[in-house]
């Protein structure tokens, strides 16, 4: 993992409690890219507890192909 700084800026109400954040594109983008990330460790993480037989991934993608063929 990286370590950033992250460099928000609030919006506050007319109160003064913070109700948004506003971050810049970049940091945005490099955040969304670690939550990808994470979804498919959780993703194979999950796979790999379960009790369902896995193949290999070059027959998985022939499968596809074949049902994407059937559907056409």
Do not use: W
């Not at 670690?34 to 999950?46: G, K, N, P």
């Not at 037989?53 to 499968?63: L, R, T, V, Y």
């Amino acid at each position: 993992m990286r370590t950033r700084t992250i460099h928000p800026q609030y919006i506050t109400d007319d109160k003064g409690k913070k109700i948004s954040v506003v971050i810049p594109i970049e940091e945005y983008q490099s955040i969304m890219e670690e939550l990808e990330e994470f979804e498919d460790i959780r993703l194979y993480d999950d796979a790999k507890a379960s009790d369902e037989p896995s193949i290999p991934i070059d027959e998985a993608f022939k499968i596809i192909e074949a049902k994407r063929n059937s559907k056409k």
